[in-house]
């Protein structure tokens, strides 16, 4: 090491909502370690975001690399299973498809499932490919079960993630972090010191005069972000052109019956509606675009299209879709809202977040930062951001709805070239590829493409060196393997309560 490079002995984390208390949670667990101090600073005033309540796959990671047991931690924030995500209206009124979690069935001789199913759809034989999914087989019956370690297929093929109460999850990690040593200061931050020559962040200053100086900050403050951006500069690149809701209305009603474990989301005029199942009560909200709708009516249709009784006054969340053009500037790096936001469709926030804090890990740096490590952070968020945007204007952009103004729009605009080009190559075969270390795989894209009615013009002439009968009978015991092992597993509210994970109030 050079004499004049240290370690980093204060980490200081500027926030505490799901993304401050998930960045606490993972650097006490592995950089408190006596010779490094994480300092946490949140303001009760200020409050947080308090949405966020649906979650992917890789968050189970995360509660691994934490030593989460997961029955307390459903316990703790009400949560539920979730297998995937139901469409309701987005390719045509009226159509409906998921998109599950895991894969649609096995690849055969090495050729891609899903190029089995569109021979066999020719032949009039396949049926739905979700009836292929052992995620999706559970979610149509409301049923989960969780594929242990022993766990043989189709059962292994169960892939889940969670919905949470995200205040509750917030005050979950908030025990954990301050367990593993996290000091927490309470306060709202009214200045920032700033190093005079080097320009990186020095200390924060709260109202009460308390002064916290850091080496390292990791800006955690949501949407103004008061490091990365209004100390920083570091810029926004706006992608509202492409994806133009700009607004969320959330309101939580009580449950009416058992939770399903999947979320859904309902397309409406301008925007669409999502439905998050928890223990106590339904997370709803109606992300619109204020171009196209008014506020007033945006409220008028998700309060018509709710199942329960509300349970709190609606409640307006503006925002910008994009991101911030470098996550990582200085010596502050920022998470959740302040680094991006990319609307809710693909629940993919809290993801962003959790491989923002692993690439931190991964790349944790010494003081003065070395600027190839941070070039390294910001190369690998800018791609997956980008990963993460083409998908979710996919939804939009392969639609058949014309409608409204706001269809007729999104279905009409043009689209990155990255996503152009990947829709051109599945509407000629078929054919769909994982890019380097894109977020969703093939399973997530063919889900919605088939979903929302983009087939392509001809299925992979590769397939059609497979014996027919042979793939049409391996094709049949899949599906039946699936349908069978579903209708086995418990309802999925009775496996919290046998697994200890359902809290006892919520049973009330
Ligand atoms: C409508 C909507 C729906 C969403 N749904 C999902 C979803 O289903 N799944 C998903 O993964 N993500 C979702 N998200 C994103 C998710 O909510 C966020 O990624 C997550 O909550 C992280 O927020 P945050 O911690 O960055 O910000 P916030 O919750 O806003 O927290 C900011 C923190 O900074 C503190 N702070 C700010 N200024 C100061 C100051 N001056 N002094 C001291 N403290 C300060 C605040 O007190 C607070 O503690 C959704 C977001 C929105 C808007």
Request: glycine residues 10%; contains cysteine.
């Amino acid at each position: 090491m050079k004499d004049s490079v240290t370690e980093i002995a204060d980490v200081v984390i500027v926030g505490g909502g799901t993304a401050g208390w998930m960045a606490a949670a993972a650097l006490s667990r592995f950089l408190a370690n006596g010779r490094r101090r994480i300092t946490l600073v949140e303001s009760d005033a200020i409050g947080t975001v308090g949405v966020g309540e649906a979650t992917i796959p890789p968050i189970l990671n995360f509660n691994r690399m934490l030593d989460i047991n997961e029955n307390d931690f459903l316990r703790a924030t009400r949560g539920t299973f979730k297998l995937g995500i139901e469409f309701v209206n987005w390719g045509r009124a009226g159509d409906r498809y998921i998109h599950p979690f895991g894969s649609f069935g096995h690849d055969l001789h090495g050729i891609a499932f899903h190029q089995l199913w569109l021979r066999e759809r020719v032949r009039g034989e396949a049926g739905d490919i979700a009836d292929y999914s052992m995620s999706a087989a559970a979610a149509a019956r409301g049923r989960f079960g969780r594929p242990g370690r022993e766990a043989k297929p189709p059962l292994s093929e169960l892939f889940y993630a969670f919905h949470f109460d995200a205040s509750l999850y917030a005050r979950f990690l908030r025990g954990l972090a301050e367990r593993q040593g996290t000091i927490r200061r309470e306060g709202r931050i009214t200045g920032v010191e700033r190093d005079g020559e080097s320009g990186d962040v020095a200390a924060v200053r709260l109202e009460s005069g308390e002064r916290i100086a850091g080496d390292l900050f990791i800006d955690c403050s949501g949407f103004r972000g008061l490091l990365i951006e209004e100390q920083l500069g570091a810029g926004y690149e706006d992608w509202s052109r492409w994806l133009p809701a700009d607004r969320a209305i959330a309101v939580p009603t009580a449950n009416v019956g058992p939770p399903d474990p999947f979320t859904r989301s309902t397309a409406h005029g301008a925007g669409w509606q999502w439905r998050i199942p928890l223990q106590h009560r339904t997370g709803n909200g109606h992300v619109f675009s204020s171009a196209f709708m008014d506020e007033d009516e945006a409220r008028r249709i998700l309060l018509a299209n709710l199942e329960g009784e509300p349970l709190a006054d609606p409640r307006t969340i503006p925002f910008r879709t994009g991101r911030r053009k470098l996550s990582w500037s200085h010596n502050v790096i920022a998470l959740g809202l302040s680094s991006g936001f990319l609307e809710p469709i693909e629940s993919t926030s809290i993801h962003l977040i959790q491989n923002g804090i692993q690439r931190l890990l991964a790349l944790f740096p010494d003081k003065p930062v070395s600027p190839v490590e941070r070039d390294e952070y910001n190369r690998g968020m800018r791609d997956l951001y980008e990963d993460v945007r083409d998908f979710i204007i996919l939804h939009y952009k392969a639609t058949q709805r014309d409608d409204t103004p706001f269809w007729r729009h999104v279905r009409d605009m043009d689209i990155p070239d990255s996503l152009a080009r990947k829709i051109e190559l599945w509407r000629l075969h078929g054919r769909i590829f994982r890019e380097n270390a894109e977020l969703f795989g093939v399973t997530s894209w063919v889900a919605v493409l088939l979903g929302q009615n983009i087939r392509p013009e001809r299925y992979d002439p590769v397939a059609d060196t497979l014996d027919e009968a042979k793939v049409a009978a391996a094709m049949a015991e899949m599906r039946a393997a699936y349908a069978r092992a579903a209708e086995r597993l418990p309802a999925q509210d009775e496996f919290l309560k046998v697994a200890g994970a359902w809290a006892a109030e919520a049973a009330a």
